[in-house]
């Protein structure tokens, strides 16, 4: 029988599987110079900066307007 030790662990080593899942699929997205959103190329100084990034500095603007005005309501 599983004690509360045993099932923590196992939720953490899930939860570890799940962000690093997610880390290479952004990753394998960002070595597109595209954006997702426009197609249009990502400058190369966002990605140096970020280079996680999927969005050009544009979309993401609006990706983030998009957010916050839906938390708003």
Same mark, same amino acid.
């Given at each position: 029988?599983? *004690?509360? +030790?045993?099932?923590? +662990?196992? /939720?953490i080593q &899930?939860s570890? =599987? $799940?962000t690093?899942a997610?880390?290479a /699929?952004l990753a394998? &997205?960002a070595?597109? *110079? =595209? %954006?997702?959103? %426009?197609g249009?190329?990502?400058p190369?100084?966002?990605r =140096? $900066?970020?280079?996680? +990034?999927? /969005?050009c500095?544009e %979309? &993401?603007?609006?990706r983030e307007?998009?957010?916050k005005?839906?938390?708003q309501?």
């Amino acid at each position: 029988m599983a *004690d509360n +030790a045993d099932r923590a +662990a196992v /939720t953490i080593q &899930q939860s570890l =599987e $799940a962000t690093l899942a997610r880390r290479a /699929t952004l990753a394998t &997205q960002a070595a597109n *110079d =595209e %954006c997702v959103d %426009c197609g249009y190329p990502i400058p190369a100084a966002r990605r =140096e $900066a970020a280079p996680w +990034a999927t /969005t050009c500095i544009e %979309c &993401q603007g609006i990706r983030e307007m998009r957010g916050k005005h839906v938390h708003q309501s």
